[in-house]
């Protein structure tokens, strides 16, 4: 009864797909109508993927899904779910700890009541740093408690750089630097489509020595959710630093809103890095929009082959649910690993240039 219940309800997904998709599709590519709707496919872009599709569907019309990746098959208290395996060279940042909190230390503005033109002034008088301002009278006390909230773990100096500059400032990407590799979980989901549709592939990347390891939660059926999403939370320990784009507003709420759907524990409360907005700020002059795909090629030198644009992703993944065919999952599951992987390499590119330009600044 439990198996027929489970079908039901992915068969029940399918049709809300089918009926009403979040997409548009936009005729003859035509870039202002692009710009009127919330989820754009140009319909030369359209076409070619249904073409890809029925490739695919072709190519793996007789091949398991287990076949094509490199997965496994485990148990946890939820049940069975599926994990795919894959290992990247890691970038590594270039600064050190030590060039992190000296360029901190730097920083008088941290001190409540400088602002840039009183830090300009202070430092022509050679105040070049907190240290110098706590041995002024007027800024003892301030520079003081400053200096102690710098000498506490990372987490909490990201916390301290959160509500004094603000989730998005460079300051507070910078802080990243003061946490060990092992510490970062980067992360990236697909789901099918708005808020309360199941996540159906969860994805995340974790330093391992000299190694990005990236682990694929991907739902064969919609009854492997909650243990996907449950081995998945188990990997968000305590001491982990989270890093995603748009993930403030997208991945990280709508996880925890999965998780509360089946009454499973909240993620914990640990720092989040969203990449999305110090990327914006660094970049906006010169790429035309600050998408992932966007950065990844005018950036990070990265070309992607034959991609999937996100809003299509639930209708590729229902048919897969409608044929049990794995062609439909192949570039979803690809798109979601080089998200993750271009996560890791997002985060070292973003620390190097804007500590440069704090440095010389």
Not at 33 to 58: A, D, M
Not at 290 to 314: H, K, N, S, Y
């Amino acid at each position: 009864m439990a198996g027929a219940g489970l079908a039901g309800i992915g068969r029940r997904w399918q049709e809300k797909i089918i009926v009403s998709p979040e997409y548009s599709i936009v005729p003859h590519d035509n870039i202002f109508r692009c710009g009127l709707n919330r989820y754009p496919v140009k319909e030369s872009v359209y076409f070619e993927k249904q073409q890809l599709l029925s490739r695919l569907c072709h190519e793996y019309s007789d091949a398991y899904l287990e076949e094509c990746f490199a997965g496994e098959i485990k148990t946890n208290q939820e049940g069975e779910y599926y994990v795919i395996n894959s290992s990247y060279s890691a970038p590594w940042m270039k600064q050190s700890r030590k060039e992190m909190q000296d360029l901190i230390f730097d920083d008088l503005t941290l001190v409540r009541g400088i602002g840039p033109l009183t830090s300009a002034r202070l430092r022509s008088k050679g105040c070049k740093n907190l240290q110098d301002l706590a041995r002024m009278r007027r800024y003892r006390t301030s520079a003081t408690g400053v200096l102690e909230a710098l000498e506490k773990d990372p987490a909490d100096i990201f916390r301290f750089f959160s509500a004094r500059k603000g989730a998005a400032h460079p300051l507070t990407l910078l802080s990243s630097g003061l946490f060990s590799p092992e510490s970062f979980r980067f992360v990236d989901i697909e789901t099918l489509g708005i808020f309360g549709r199941p996540v159906i592939l969860a994805g995340l990347g974790l330093f391992d020595g000299c190694k990005l390891q990236v682990r694929q939660y991907l739902l064969r059926e919609i009854g492997e959710e909650a243990p996907a999403l449950y081995a998945f939370m188990k990997e968000i320990t305590g001491d982990a630093a989270l890093v995603s784009f748009n993930g403030r507003s997208f991945d990280i709420p709508y996880i925890a809103d999965r998780l509360a759907y089946y009454g499973l524990p909240p993620l914990p409360g640990v720092p989040h890095f969203d990449l999305l907005h110090p990327s914006r700020r660094l970049w906006r002059q010169v790429v035309p929009d600050c998408r992932l795909g966007t950065l990844e090629a005018r950036i990070l030198d990265i070309c992607r082959g034959e991609d999937l644009p996100g809003a299509l992703v639930p209708e590729w993944y229902s048919r897969y649910l409608e044929t049990k065919n794995p062609g439909p999952l192949i570039p979803i599951v690809e798109h979601n690993r080089q998200d993750v992987v271009s996560l890791a390499f997002l985060l070292t590119r973003l620390v190097s240039e804007w500590y440069e330009r704090l440095r010389v600044s």
